[in-house]
């Protein structure tokens, strides 16, 4: 074991990535809009594959240089190659190398890329629910290098559906499975959904896994404009001469199309109380609207996001955890945040522990799914009377530009998901 984790520093140390490339193509036209870089391992060895590459520098603790190592080499053969502005470049991300300075070896590669390439950065939907903040910091630094951001995999889990409003995708790419089951009762569900956000903002719906014609006919019919796969080419190496760029020729999308995501330093009782009307009343009269919004998070087919501040760990009462943590089975994330919680102050459940900032005063419920959302946001008037009788300030919002960016405030909060130390060695 100590032999095979020197061999793969040494991978490392010596950069020894290659990347690949395979087209992406306009399924109206025909033409190459850009390409997707992938990665490999010097041939020949245990780290050809990318899974392998990726699990040992995972185990050597050197995970995130492996992610700059994979996206800088993808950048120097692209600008080695010719690349321009009239083709897009598509590389892979974990948004937790973000949390890692980039190897200052690297640094002049990836400024030369900010500079000059066209980029549309892949997050995996996977890693919203792992980690948030990271992820979103990662997507608020591609929006302001102007480059796009696209959602990976997207239907590999049907769950993760309800994440997608939080990281604005401007290409959502289809996971192949989709391809492979069009007429799964799940298949169907994944589609309306994204052709409701792609209709709803403009975004881009690319089908991966395209292999046959049937593929090609069964991914246009889900929405997608754009194609990657077999069908169209595997992955190698970039062409010696490379095509004009359909992009600037054709009406064919360009990239990013959507405006960066807001970032707001401020509340959500702040967000919403500014554009909607503002009611006093009591706790008491509070929780049948509190409940009804934890019910609405249980009821349905495609679970949303529930995220809540309590305000003090005392009143995520023993009750409350057992709702939070019924709704944690199915639901691809439920936050609790208060002073004194946990990290995970339930099964399932992630917890923020507040410090002393204005969150301390809110009592906020917030329910993000694909169709829908809704925000019930509180903020406490400071009586020191029977607990059921204090009294707050509230607003709701059915609406779901300020629902999402009331629940983006709280996801900076959230903390990583904790890997055991056994498990990240594997």
Request: net charge negative; charged share 20%; with cysteine.
């Amino acid at each position: 074991m100590r032999d095979a984790v020197q061999d793969i520093h040494d991978v490392l140390d010596r950069r020894a990535v290659t990347p690949v490339f395979q087209p992406l193509i306009d399924l109206a036209t025909g033409g190459v809009l850009g390409y997707e870089a992938l990665s490999r391992g010097p041939a020949g060895t245990p780290w050809e594959s990318p899974a392998a590459l990726f699990a040992a520098a995972r185990a050597a603790g050197r995970e995130a240089e492996l992610d700059w190592i994979c996206r800088a080499v993808a950048y120097r053969a692209a600008l080695a190659g010719g690349f321009g502005r009239d083709l897009t470049l598509f590389v892979n991300m974990e948004p937790t190398a973000w949390r890692a300075p980039c190897p200052a070896d690297l640094v002049p590669v990836v400024d030369q890329a900010r500079s000059r390439l066209r980029v549309v950065t892949e997050m995996t939907e996977r890693a919203i629910a792992e980690d948030p903040a990271a992820l979103l910091e990662a997507a608020e630094n591609c929006r302001e290098a102007g480059w796009g951001v696209a959602l990976d995999d997207v239907g590999a889990d049907p769950m993760s559906l309800a994440l997608m409003p939080f990281v604005q995708p401007d290409v959502v790419k289809l996971d192949m499975g989709l391809l492979h089951a069009p007429d799964d009762p799940g298949t169907a569900r994944v589609v309306a959904a994204v052709y409701a956000y792609a209709e709803s903002t403009g975004a881009v719906v690319l089908a991966e896994g395209i292999e046959t014609p049937r593929h090609l006919a069964v991914g246009r019919t889900m929405g997608a404009t754009v194609g990657q796969g077999w069908h169209f080419g595997r992955p190698g190496p970039l062409p010696a001469t490379l095509p004009a760029g359909a992009g600037l020729s054709t009406a064919a999308p360009s990239w990013p199309l959507l405006p960066p995501p807001l970032h707001s330093e401020r509340t959500p009782f702040e967000i919403v109380s500014a554009v909607r009307p503002v009611t006093r009343t009591t706790k008491a009269e509070l929780m049948p609207l509190s409940r009804h919004l934890e019910a609405l998070a249980g009821s349905d087919v495609e679970p949303p996001v529930l995220l809540a501040c309590f305000q003090e760990a005392r009143h995520f009462t023993a009750r409350t955890a057992a709702r939070f943590q019924r709704v944690a089975t199915h639901s691809p994330m439920v936050a609790a945040l208060g002073v004194g919680l946990t990290e995970e102050p339930a099964p399932g459940v992630r917890g923020a522990c507040l410090g002393d900032d204005r969150l301390r005063g809110e009592w906020n419920v917030i329910v993000v799914g694909p169709h829908r959302a809704a925000a019930l946001v509180a903020r406490d008037l400071g009586d020191t009377g029977p607990d059921g009788e204090r009294t707050f300030e509230f607003a709701l919002t059915h609406d779901r530009a300020l629902a999402v960016e009331a629940a983006r405030s709280l996801l900076h909060h959230v903390a990583p998901v904790r890997v055991p130390a056994l498990l990240a060695a594997l």
